[in-house]
């Protein structure tokens, strides 16, 4: 299906991987990374999560641990905050794109927002073939947001509102926080629940991954709500046990978690981390039952 045609849809064409590796960025964590890439084993279609280790090992650049930003946060009415699982490809395109905003922080270079668009549009293709049951070892994928109406902001918001905004029912609106419910036994290159053990285990277990929050309005209770949403959608498709992946000294995300009634059940070794590139993980259970 085509991508949604705005201003902001990405290029149709893939960029070259001369230009790609050309690019040098730093990057803040997802909380939840996946996919190792070797150098001499370039996937194609690169996913984002693989271009995300490939280019940190070639730039050397470090990673913090939070995607939280030490800035002036915006206030909202909570009574415009509708928290839904996203069905229209438009919807989607926007929560692809808070997330690159999110989980990068891109040098200011010729070309740069050419790679803006790559990385989105792979992350939408992504995104999509696992909505669509697609993806080898998904059963099922869904897509939870946030969303406010853009004339809540009342201009204070401007660049978000221009990356993130999407239409429904005649009236824009923008993506300010969003993840993802994934039905399969195990995330690529990730900790596997243990949970529930036995056959059937593939029915009944699923993971939350691609957790963010804009950062004009983090520790405002929009992660709690995405959280309490992803439960009430997991139970419906019949999960007992939900998991989630979380960096070792993201402090934020564990608070947010443990809200939400997470709790520790395995960690990954440091050789694995380092072997993949990324912050050591914990992995976090709830049972929904």
């Known amino acids: 299906m085509a991508l949604p045609?705005?201003?902001?849809a990405p290029p149709s064409a893939a960029l070259p991987y001369a230009f790609l590796l050309s690019r040098r960025f730093s990057t803040n964590p997802n909380l939840c990374f996946s996919s190792a890439l070797r150098r001499d084993a370039l996937p194609k279609p690169l996913s984002v999560e693989a271009l995300r280790n490939h280019f940190r090992r070639r730039s050397g650049v470090g990673l913090s641990a939070s995607n939280l930003c030490e800035q002036e946060r915006l206030a909202f009415d909570r009574s415009f905050l509708a928290v839904e699982e996203a069905l229209s490809d438009d919807e989607l395109w926007a929560a692809v794109r808070l997330r690159v905003r999110t989980f990068y922080n891109f040098n200011d270079s010729y070309g740069i927002e050419d790679y803006k668009m790559y990385v989105a549009k792979r992350e939408f293709e992504g995104l999509k073939d696992r909505i669509a049951g697609t993806t080898t070892g998904f059963k099922k994928a869904s897509c939870i947001n946030?969303?406010?109406p853009v004339s809540s902001f009342g201009g204070s918001a401007d660049e978000l509102c221009s990356v993130c905004k999407f239409s429904q029912n005649g009236k824009?609106?923008?993506?300010?926080?969003?993840?993802?419910?994934?039905?399969?036994l195990q995330l690529p290159d990730e900790l596997a629940g243990k949970r529930p053990g036995g056959i059937g285990a593939d029915l009944t277990r699923a993971y939350i991954s691609n957790v963010c929050v804009a950062k004009e309005l983090q520790r405002n209770g929009v992660g709690y709500a995405l959280m309490a949403k992803s439960k009430e959608g997991a139970r419906s498709w019949g999960i007992t046990d939900l998991y989630i992946h979380v960096a070792v000294d993201n402090e934020a995300a564990k608070k947010l978690y443990e809200k939400s009634g997470?709790?520790?059940?395995?960690?990954?070794?440091v050789q694995q981390a380092r072997f993949l590139g990324r912050p050591r993980r914990y992995l976090l259970w709830t049972d929904l039952r």
């Open 262 to 269: 997470f709790v520790y059940e395995s960690e990954e070794s």
């Open 5 to 8: 045609f705005s201003s902001a």
């Open 172 to 184: 824009d609106h923008v993506v300010v926080g969003t993840l993802d419910i994934n039905w399969c």
């Open 146 to 148: 946030a969303t406010l």
